[in-house]
């Protein structure tokens, strides 16, 4: 098993590999048999890996000594333990799905070879990021993710805004990377080593001094800002919709978000020694739940209330880290996953089904003419709105159980509104787009279908997932079963949290929070399922709708405060320092010579008398200096 | 012989050559007639032939009045280069003005 366990990573890679250099001269089929097919094996692969962890516990391969710097030593080895495996089976389960949806939404793509190598790229990435076993292997998964998104969002680069989309996703993650290398650095400073077994084997003997360990938890976090789009470094992420949906897919459900929750649930001893930290990481989740949440109330852009979901669902899961319940937010992450990758591609099913349309408001009683996808999106949002028994009611309801318990009523209260404010943009959206009249063009109307079985499959998968996952983790006071299984399965890595609540008041939580889901589902089919309650126009919005619809004003205030002073700077600096500076140094050093050359080349004037005179003071110049 | 060429005292002679010498390098200089320059090469030759016979002969060494010799050959040698190079010249331009003499300029 051990000696397989490098072929998890590298199935993708070489399916990138086929797929990025022959793929062009293949068939479609071949592309796609070749893309899905290495990742379905990683993913049968990882299965294989849980069964044996979940016998014998964490699996270390070490392949290669990558290099040996001083004392800094850096193996090319794979960590499978019960955090990285869960996270394995994640990243390649939802990642085949996505890969089969995609032969069947990209199939009419030019693109088609290279987007499956680009996907099976970032699934190779995100596959190094979480089995590497030391930080530094971390980081190139890390990297890696962050350039496959960059290529991936920008899939349609011929578009300038998808192009700019895509160097804005790349951009905002290099500052968090900044954060994160220099929390390695730390780490290595202080503990002489990355590997994540050394560093936290050595931690209880290290006596850190307080502010040390809350300054790497931060610098940590804010790599994890980056990644996991958490103000202020959110703005990315919405605008990662320019790439195809499935794409969008990946990135807000199976991979590249969910590192940064991956990343402080595995420093997850170092954090516990911060409450500094955590508090900040907590305030900081908090403040994008409500935000990002907020903004997904006034989007039209079917894909944009998707992406201030996720942004505000992660924020949701740093709550929960924050607050210690790093099980809480692995299980949110699993059952997001889900949902999240099932609401994606149901969207894009939809704007299969609309011949590209992606606003809400030209959409509307999709029902009758996409029946599957209609229920699965049902599923999906109610998932997600926390509707009982669904997987998003177990993972959230026991999020807040933890604000409650460690945070406090404020906390609980305010995480709660974020998890009512998502059910009522999602039911919004629900209603808006499949209820009612269908409000597109004729043509629309007529194109309006199904979409195909390599599309609808894959929905089916995750609806199920989505509606039962939330049975991975039932809340010990149910008594089910006597521990919680995903709670228990974490123990290995993370300690088992206990909320500290008796049941009563849990069930009061619960309660509350679940009936409010319930209510808002119910009310909102009232509100928004009437014809005079559907989304103005942009022009029509006023007031703090206006404001809200345009995101607060956030890319505009970063446009205005970083990026074009920015621009304004590199200007300055192309023209003083480039042009007239270098270049003038340059050039000046160059026509100084021809000039100077000019100026001797008037000696050379063919008449041998001049030569003549010149040799003769250079004799008598040399005498007089030899003899007086 | 030997005894009326020692009466003069060795300065003289060195005054003789400078002042030749000079005078051919001035004329070297100055002069745009190729046969002058040519005739003033000559004398500036010998204005060292001169000053080598004259040390040769106050030192009693026979070694200097052999560099005469030489230089006395390749003189010639010079002479007859340079004529029939100036006899080519005129030809040419029809003038012995070296000025002229300029194709090479920048």
């Given at each position: 098993m051990d000696s397989l366990i490098p072929l998890i990573p590298f199935l993708p890679f070489i399916g990138f590999i086929i797929n990025g250099l022959f793929g062009k001269k293949m068939s479609k089929n071949a592309v796609g048999i070749i893309g899905s097919g290495t990742v379905l094996a990683s993913f049968v692969l990882s299965v294989l890996c849980f069964y044996q962890v979940a016998e014998s516990g964490a699996i270390q391969v070490n392949l290669y000594n990558f290099f040996t710097v001083d004392s800094l030593q850096i193996d090319f080895g794979f960590l499978v333990d019960h955090l990285s495996v869960w996270m394995m089976l994640i990243v390649t389960g939802i990642g085949f799905l996505i890969h089969v949806y995609s032969i069947g939404y990209m199939h009419d793509d030019d693109g088609f070879w290279k987007f499956f190598a680009y996907l099976n790229l970032f699934i190779f990435s995100m596959l190094l990021l979480v089995m590497g076993n030391n930080f530094l292997m971390l980081f190139f998964g890390w990297e890696g993710v962050g350039l496959?998104?960059?290529?991936?969002?920008?899939?349609?680069?011929?578009?300038?805004?998808?192009?700019?989309?895509?160097?804005?996703?790349?951009?905002?993650?290099?500052?968090?990377?900044?954060?994160?290398?220099?929390?390695?650095?730390?780490?290595?400073?202080?503990?002489?080593?990355?590997?994540?077994?050394?560093?936290?084997?050595?931690?209880?003997?290290?006596?850190?001094?307080?502010?040390?360990?809350?300054?790497?938890?931060?610098?940590?976090?804010?790599?994890?800002?980056?990644?996991?789009?958490?103000?202020?470094?959110?703005?990315?992420?919405?605008?990662?919709?320019?790439?195809?949906?499935?794409?969008?897919?990946?990135?807000?459900?199976?991979?590249?978000?969910?590192?940064?929750?991956?990343?402080?649930?595995?420093?997850?001893?170092?954090?516990?020694?911060?409450?500094?930290?955590?508090q900040f990481v907590a305030s900081v989740g908090l403040i994008t739940c409500l935000f990002a949440a907020v903004i997904g109330l006034r989007q039209n852009d079917i894909k944009k209330v998707l992406a201030y979901s996720t942004v505000s669902q992660l924020g949701l899961m740093?709550?929960?880290?924050?607050?210690?319940?790093?099980?809480?937010?692995?299980?949110?992450?699993?059952?997001?996953?889900?949902?999240?990758?099932?609401?994606?591609?149901?969207?894009?099913?939809?704007?299969?089904?609309?011949?590209?349309?992606?606003?809400?408001?030209?959409?509307?009683?999709?029902?009758?003419?996409?029946?599957?996808?209609?229920?699965?999106?049902?599923?999906?949002?109610?998932?997600?709105?926390?509707?009982?028994?669904?997987?998003?009611?177990?993972?959230?309801?026991?999020?807040?159980?933890?604000?409650?318990?460690?945070?406090?009523?404020?906390?609980?209260?305010?995480?709660?509104?974020?998890?009512?404010?998502?059910?009522?943009?999602?039911?919004?959206?629900?209603?808006?787009?499949?209820?009612?009249?269908?409000?597109?063009?004729?043509?629309?109307?007529?194109?309006?279908?199904?979409?195909?079985?390599?599309?609808?499959?894959?929905?089916a998968i995750l609806a199920g997932l989505s509606l039962a996952g939330g049975f991975l983790n039932t809340p010990h006071f149910f008594h089910l079963n006597n521990e919680q299984w995903?709670?228990?399965?974490?123990?290995?890595?993370?300690?088992?949290?206990?909320?500290?609540?008796?049941?009563?008041?849990?069930?009061?939580?619960?309660?509350?929070?679940?009936?409010?889901?319930?209510?808002?589902?119910?009310?909102?089919?009232?509100?928004?399922?009437?014809?005079?309650?559907?989304?103005?126009?942009?022009?029509?919005?006023?007031?703090?709708?206006?404001?809200?619809?345009?995101k607060f004003y956030v890319d505009e205030i970063y446009d205005f405060l970083i990026v074009r002073p920015i621009e304004k700077m590199s200007k300055i600096f192309h023209y003083y320092v480039d042009l007239q500076g270098i270049d003038g140094i340059v050039n000046g050093v160059g026509t100084g010579v021809q000039k100077l050359g000019a100026q001797f080349r008037k000696l050379q004037n063919g008449n041998i008398e001049y030569y003549l005179i010149g040799m003769v003071a250079g004799v008598v110049l040399l005498l007089l200096t030899v003899f007086l | 012989m030997l005894e009326i060429i020692r009466q003069i005292p060795i300065d003289y002679y060195v005054w003789l050559s400078t002042v030749l010498f000079v005078i051919g390098v001035f004329g070297v200089l100055i002069r745009r007639n190729a046969i002058v320059v040519l005739m003033c090469v000559e004398l500036m030759l010998n204005a060292v032939n001169l000053l080598l016979a004259a040390f040769s002969t106050y030192l009693g060494d026979a070694q200097g009045q052999i560099m005469v010799f030489f230089i006395m050959v390749v003189a010639a040698a010079e002479a007859a280069v340079g004529l029939g190079i100036l006899v080519m010249i005129y030809r040419n331009t029809k003038s012995t003005d070296i000025s002229l003499l300029d194709k090479l300029r920048n």
């Open positions: 496959c998104s960059y290529l991936l969002i920008g899939f349609w680069y011929t578009n300038k805004a998808y192009g700019l989309a895509a160097r804005k996703a790349f951009i905002m993650n290099r500052i968090g990377d900044l954060g994160l290398l220099l929390g390695i650095f730390m780490i290595f400073q202080l503990f002489g080593s990355l590997n994540f077994t050394e560093v936290f084997e050595r931690l209880p003997t290290m006596r850190l001094e307080a502010g040390v360990a809350t300054t790497i938890c931060v610098l940590l976090f804010i790599g994890a800002m980056g990644k996991s789009a958490q103000l202020p470094l959110y703005t990315w992420l919405p605008d990662a919709m320019a790439g195809p949906t499935p794409v969008s897919a990946l990135i807000h459900a199976a991979t590249m978000v969910t590192a940064g929750i991956y990343l402080i649930a595995r420093c997850n001893p170092l954090y516990s020694l911060s409450p500094e930290a955590m740093f709550v929960a880290l924050g607050m210690g319940a790093y099980a809480s937010a692995m299980f949110h992450v699993t059952t997001h996953a889900f949902f999240k990758a099932l609401l994606f591609l149901a969207a894009g099913s939809v704007i299969h089904g609309m011949g590209g349309e992606q606003d809400i408001r030209k959409m509307g009683g999709l029902r009758k003419a996409m029946p599957i996808t209609f229920w699965v999106f049902l599923i999906g949002t109610f998932a997600i709105s926390g509707f009982p028994l669904l997987s998003g009611f177990f993972s959230k309801d026991e999020i807040f159980a933890f604000t409650y318990a460690n945070g406090g009523p404020l906390w609980w209260g305010l995480s709660a509104l974020g998890a009512i404010l998502t059910a009522v943009y999602m039911c919004r959206m629900l209603y808006v787009t499949f209820f009612g009249e269908f409000r597109g063009t004729k043509e629309q109307e007529h194109h309006l279908h199904e979409s195909p079985s390599t599309m609808t499959v894959p929905l995903m709670a228990h399965w974490f123990s290995w890595v993370i300690p088992i949290q206990e909320v500290q609540l008796d049941a009563a008041t849990e069930w009061t939580l619960m309660i509350i929070t679940t009936s409010l889901a319930v209510i808002i589902i119910i009310l909102s089919y009232f509100i928004y399922g009437k014809k005079s309650n559907l989304p103005v126009a942009d022009s029509e919005q006023t007031g703090l709708i206006r404001v809200i619809a345009n | -």
